[in-house]
């Protein structure tokens, strides 16, 4: 899954950066953008959520009680 989820990550940093390039441009379908942009995000969520749904059968006790310690993952990381 790794290639299907590297394809989506980069899907969905060039809908936003479409976005917020449209921003000034007085002619830019804004709405078609932040749509697009809006579902490569929810790709790369339910790819990750499917992932995680793989894994975590798969993982012992004491990993799994780390996943549920562990931060989300939110924010951007440096994008803005």
Known sequence: ???AFKQRMEADRAAHDALRKAAA???ADIRQLADAAGKAHADVAVLRAETMR???PLLTAEQ???LEQA???GGHR???
């Open 1 to 3: 899954q790794a290639p």
């Open 25 to 27: 441009d007085p002619n």
């Open 54 to 56: 793989k894994v975590i």
């Open 64 to 66: 799994r009680a780390r």
């Open 71 to 73: 931060p989300t993952q």
């Open 78 to 80: 440096g994008r803005h």
